[in-house]
């Protein structure tokens, strides 16, 4: 539904400063009717990435094709047709306060021509849909933080579209009110079929409602996928900002983190490797999540004597049994996914990409 090559957005250099590079060669592709959320700090590029989606913002170089629409090739008026079939909700709801709820749903209907009486029978169906059918003579004033995205939400939805791009909606809420809100976007793409590509700095959003994540910093994506295939992966600086763990281990011990998924997660691990195969293992630290209907979770296991043969085989056992092991701990790397922390050159490199240091732009 959304392919986006080597996307570039540069911003010339002014008052003797230097150019702004806030995306930098990203591609990317959500298929139709998932949830696709991109994560990273303030600075990262992810609202310049969005933007140029339905080129809010025009990309300095690169493609970006919307239901077999590549957007940077449409003159104005095609540009215009094919935005009407983009939603856009934004993290301050951007309503206007002299129109009443149902008013502020109608108005890209006003604007496309859409009969009246077609617009007010639109319009009731939206409230519905998101919940504020007794609401509609209000104003926006009179509504909580929740309900003033949930008419965002509706009015994003009044032409009909296909995709649905969501900038930050969630974070101006509390975390009750943001959970609604995720809960509402899951089901409208279920119900609906529709696209939506997200970006956010909360975690707790990609793993409450996204199918496919991104991790983005310095305007490069440094890891994307499925999420449920992120989060098993022993580098995925997704999965050590989900699964937080602990501990060194002492000298001359093989310390390692596994991943077990649905089933796996349910089994005696520990007990398993003591007995097979004579060893001492300690727990050094673990976490468990259920994640799309998933069981996952991450293990940090001291083993004794590197290299010996007991460890070995207990090594291989776990290999054969489809447990995902990587060497731990390593370089932190969800560092990446914080606000106020510097993103570490080496932090969760992908396909050789790595994110240079240099000036940022919001969002």
């Known amino acids: 539904m959304i ?19 806030a995306v930098d060669g990203v591609d990317l592709d959500v298929g139709a009717g998932e949830i696709y959320g991109v ?3 303030s600075g990262a590029g992810k609202s310049t990435l ?36 983009i939603g856009m909700v934004f993290q301050h709801f951007n309503l206007l306060s002299s129109r009443t ?17 077609e617009r007010i029978r639109r319009v009731g169906e939206l409230l519905e849909l998101v919940g504020l059918s007794e609401k509609g003579r209000a104003y926006p004033a009179q509504l909580s933080g929740g309900q003033r995205q949930r008419v965002a939400i509706a009015r994003a939805l009044a032409g009909r579209p296909r995709v649905l791009l969501s900038d ?5 809420l509390d975390s009750q009110t943001t959970a609604e809100i995720l809960d509402l976007l899951r089901d409208l793409s279920r119900q609906l079929g529709l696209t939506i590509l997200l970006i956010t700095h909360e975690l707790e959003v990609v793993k409450r409602i996204c199918d496919s994540a991104a991790v983005m910093a ?17 580098d ?29 997660a349910d089994q005696p691990l520990v007990a398993t490797l003591a007995r097979r195969f004579d060893l001492d293992v300690n727990i050094l630290s673990a976490s468990v999540r259920t994640i799309g209907g998933q069981t996952v979770g991450r293990l940090r296991l001291e083993l004794p004597g590197r290299g010996t043969a007991n460890t070995t085989a207990a090594l291989a056992y776990l290999a054969e049994n489809g447990l995902i092991v990587g060497d731990g701990p390593t370089t932190d790397v969800s560092q990446v996914l914080a606000d106020d922390q510097p993103v ?20």
Do not use: W
């Open 39 to 41: 994560l990273g700090r």
């Open 344 to 363: 570490p050159e080496e932090a969760g490199r992908v396909e050789s990409r790595v994110a240079p240091t240099g000036p940022e732009v919001d969002g």
């Open 50 to 85: 969005i933007r140029c989606v339905n080129l809010l913002e025009r990309p300095t170089s690169g493609s970006v094709v919307v239901d077999g629409q590549n957007m940077t090739a449409l003159n104005a008026r095609q540009l215009r047709a094919a935005r009407r079939r």
């Open 218 to 234: 310095a305007g490069k994506i440094l890891e994307s996928g499925r999420v449920a295939d992120l989060l098993a992966r022993p």
């Open 168 to 172: 930050e909606a969630t974070s101006a």
């Open 236 to 264: 995925s600086a997704l999965a050590r900002a989900a699964f937080p763990l602990d501990g060194t281990g002492r000298e001359g011990s093989h310390v390692v983190d596994v991943v077990v998924r649905g089933a796996q």
């Open 101 to 117: 709820v149902a008013g502020n749903v109608a108005l890209p209907l006003e604007i496309a021509g859409v009969p009246r009486r």
């Open 3 to 21: 392919e986006i090559r080597q996307l570039r957005k540069v911003y010339p250099a002014r008052g003797g400063g230097r150019e702004v590079v």
